[in-house]
């Protein structure tokens, strides 16, 4: 097996593994939260992820980038200093505005959590420029370590304070613990194999360094929270338009149905992007790897899908209880969506291939509009979800005609 192989085996592993602990515990976990505190949950997730991808002004990013290890721990330092400044002016911002902030997303209990919300900033910016420097140093092993470090600390927070009547409190633990204990064996891994001394950080080459990338916090961010804000802004407005329990059904559906998808999804790009990128160079065309990937997408996810739009809401009143049927009727309407989604996702990577950026903005920012026309639109959650189920499937339908347009499929 190749050395690339590998690599891609471990990461796979490691992600799996994490990700398979939220869904093995979610039948626990529906029995110990009631869908309200996965509601306020959900507000706090959303407003966290919004929030984290500018933290950092999106240097992160460029760690990867430099030929030098020392300048990349400069960019890994940099990027720690403004995730740091900046969580540290969300926590001044929580605590003079906390009533407006409160009113603004609709929920009052939210009030309280926001106080976690500038720890639980700085801890996803420092695993996050923990994650690429190992990316770039070819750790994936820790770097799996680290996932399943996560996903396990969550999950036993998670259940240990719900058993123990911690209330919605205890999502929120589970999630910031994990994050804590994410970033502290990365650390740990960092400070045993590191060969560059901390004194070869300097002011003046961060200073340097942040002119030279300053195309991520100027273009990159921008792009990224259209993208992140099409993803999550639903859960707060739905909270704000309706109530935390529906905002906690279409959470809790999304996510469990999500997860799996996703992890395949990133495996097959992971193999998609190296063969297509080869391929695009040496040929002028993706056509062959597009065509392959496009159908094995549509038979990986078509069965599952098929499976949720007509059994859903008795699979969730099974296996999570009859209180959660209701999120399977969530399920059951976005599984056309998720499907596009999936087959969608690892092929839009040809707008990168292709130097197609301004068009995925493009694609993010009609994602927003419609996620945003569904709510002004509809009368209700359901028809709420409908809205988005048929204007986001269209859109992904579209990344999937303009993939093809620049694999020269079409």
């Known amino acids: 097996m190749s050395e690339f192989n590998k690599n891609v085996v471990t990461m796979i592993t490691g992600t799996a593994i994490a990700q398979a602990m939220p869904i093995a515990i979610s039948p626990i976990l529906t029995r110990l939260y009631s869908p309200s ?50 969580s540290f002016f969300s926590l001044l911002l929580i605590y003079f505005f906390n009533d407006w902030f409160s009113e603004l997303f609709g ?33 994936f092993k820790r770097i799996s370590i680290s996932r399943v470090s996560v996903s396990s600390t969550t999950a036993i927070t998670n259940v240990g304070v719900g058993y123990f009547g911690g209330s919605g409190l205890g999502l929120i633990l589970g999630t910031l613990f994990g994050q804590i204990y994410g970033s502290f064996v990365f650390v740990r891994f960092f400070y045993k194999s590191n ?52 905002s906690g059904y279409y959470f809790f559906a999304f996510r469990l149905m999500n997860a799996p998808m996703a ?10 992007k190296e063969q297509a990128s080869r391929d695009f160079s040496e040929l002028g065309n993706a056509k062959e790897v597009f065509i392959s990937t496009f159908k094995k997408l549509c038979l990986l996810a078509l069965a599952p899908c098929i499976v ?5 809401p008795y699979i969730f009143g099974f296996i999570f209880g009859e209180e959660w049927r209701e999120a399977g009727v969530y399920a059951q309407i976005m599984s056309p969506m998720l499907f596009f989604r999936f087959v969608a996702s690892p092929l839009s990577f040809m707008f990168y291939i292709g130097g ?8 993010n920012l009609i994602l927003l509009v419609f996620c945003l026309g569904s709510f002004a639109a509809a009368s209700s959650v359901r028809d709420t979800i409908i809205y988005i189920t048929v204007s986001f499937s269209f859109v992904y339908i579209g990344y999937l005609f303009v993939s093809a347009k620049i694999a020269k499929v079409l």
């Open 195 to 246: 060969e560059l001394p901390l004194r070869r950080i300097t002011r003046t080459k961060m200073y340097f360094l942040a002119k030279k990338y300053k195309d991520f916090p100027l273009y990159d961010a921008p792009a990224s929270l259209l993208n992140i804000s099409s993803q999550y802004i639903t859960n707060i407005l739905i909270t704000k338009s309706y109530n935390a329990i529906s």
């Open 37 to 86: 505190e996965f509601g306020i949950f959900s507000l706090f997730i959303s407003i966290s992820a919004i929030i984290n991808v500018i933290a950092s002004g999106r240097y992160e990013l460029a760690i990867m980038l430099p030929k030098s290890d020392e300048d990349a721990i400069n960019i890994t330092s940099l990027s720690i200093i403004i995730v740091t400044a900046f």
């Open 263 to 272: 992890l395949l999804a990133t495996a097959v790009q992971d193999v998609f």
């Open 308 to 312: 949720i739009f007509l059994f859903a």
């Open 107 to 139: 929920n009052d209990e939210i009030g309280i959590w926001l106080f976690f919300l500038p720890l639980s900033m700085f801890f996803t910016g420092l695993y996050q420029s923990m994650n690429y420097w190992f990316n770039r140093k070819k750790q």
């Open 356 to 363: 197609k950026q301004r068009l995925n903005l493009i694609g």
